[in-house]
């Protein structure tokens, strides 16, 4: 079995930081892409940054210049640098990755069960 397991979330003031993680386990034969997702109550989950195998990224413009994403190939693990948070950021975030595992023949997406950012003064 594959699991994606995330950490890093929690409370922050406006202008503040966190930084998640999103580690991969499991029979894991081979990681595409990965990225990270966020979903606000009442609202579609919308995709907030994405990095390939090669290191290639792309971002939501609402977090271009605050958020860095970066992925650990050794540790099948992505991470998300999220400086100079605003209210509007705050939602569940939900980690994603592509990937085959050992005894399939092709790549599926995967997800993290999600943790709570909050941003609040």
């Known amino acids: 079995q594959v699991q994606l397991v995330e950490s890093g979330g929690g409370l922050v003031q406006p202008g503040g930081s966190l930084r998640l993680s999103c580690a991969a386990s499991?029979?894991?034969?081979?990681?595409?892409?990965m990225g990270w997702y966020r979903q606000a109550p009442g609202k579609e989950r919308e995709l907030v940054a994405a990095i390939t195998g090669r290191g290639n990224t792309r971002y939501a413009d609402s977090v271009k210049g605050r958020f860095t994403i970066s992925r650990d190939n050794a540790k099948n693990t992505v991470y998300l640098q999220m400086n100079s948070l605003k209210p509007e950021d705050t939602a569940v975030y939900y980690c994603?990755?592509?990937?085959?595992?050992?005894?399939?023949?092709?790549?599926?997406?995967?997800w993290g069960q999600g943790t709570q950012v909050t941003v609040s003064s």
């Open positions: 499991g029979r894991i034969f081979s990681v595409n892409a």
């Open positions: 994603n990755a592509d990937l085959r595992s050992f005894g399939s023949d092709r790549y599926y997406d995967y």
